[in-house]
């Protein structure tokens, strides 16, 4: 599994030359924590689904000795994986160009990519190839922009919810959004496996 894994990587060799230009294109436009370290998360997971559309590799990965169900597990590890990393090179980029973030920024952003991710992911085994990259791009923005009506209609309550969130110590809410958070990864791997296990190719 480790190997399909190093396969994403070597086979964006060309591509992960443009992800340190890719996050300073950010950075340099002043962009909020946030949404840099989402992007820079995104890059490298949802650049080998793009690929993998062009070149029909699931016909080459089901005649390799994997068994469907670890062809998806390094999907969903390898995103991780990746994330981490990204998240780590944008953290060391921020530094150098003296922008602040936070703990917070990074905690959310991770956040929002394992959702983004869960929502994502198994549309990918369901669409026909050719719609993937469009799928990526329309599903970000309009995640982009529910989440950003939802702030608006949020703030609306920010009293009532600062009141709510009061009650709470902030390790209690942040372990239990992360509770939340990866059991929806948890339900959107076994949902992707399920499909993927049934496809024919």
């Known amino acids: 599994m480790l190997n399909l894994m190093r396969r994403d990587i070597i086979l964006q060799k060309k591509q992960l030359m443009i992800f340190i230009p890719y996050i300073l294109f950010f950075i340099l436009m002043d962009s909020p ?3 840099t370290f989402l992007v820079a998360s995104i890059f490298i997971p949802f650049n080998a689904y793009a690929y993998d559309e062009k070149a029909a590799t699931n016909i080459l990965l089901n005649s390799l000795p994997y068994t469907r169900t670890e ?17 780590g090179v944008t ?7 003296g922008k602040m973030f936070t703990w917070a920024d990074v905690a959310i952003a ?23 990259s469009t799928v990526i791009l329309m599903s970000f923005i309009l995640v982009a922009i529910i989440l950003q009506r939802m702030f608006g209609y949020l703030s609306e309550y920010v009293t009532a919810i600062s009141e709510f969130m009061d009650r709470f110590s902030v390790p209690t809410l942040y372990t239990g959004a992360a509770v939340v958070v990866l059991a929806v990864y948890a339900v959107s791997w076994c949902v992707t496996t399920v499909i993927y296990q049934r496809k024919a190719f």
Do not use: D, E, N, W
């Open 33 to 35: 924590a946030i949404l």
């Open 71 to 87: 062809i998806i597990a390094s999907r969903y590890l390898g995103a991780i994986l990746y994330m981490v990393v990204a998240i």
């Open 91 to 97: 953290c060391l980029a921020l530094f150098v160009f």
């Open 110 to 132: 991770v956040g929002l990519f394992l959702v983004f991710a869960s929502l994502t992911f198994p549309l990918f085994q369901i669409l026909k190839p050719g719609y993937i």
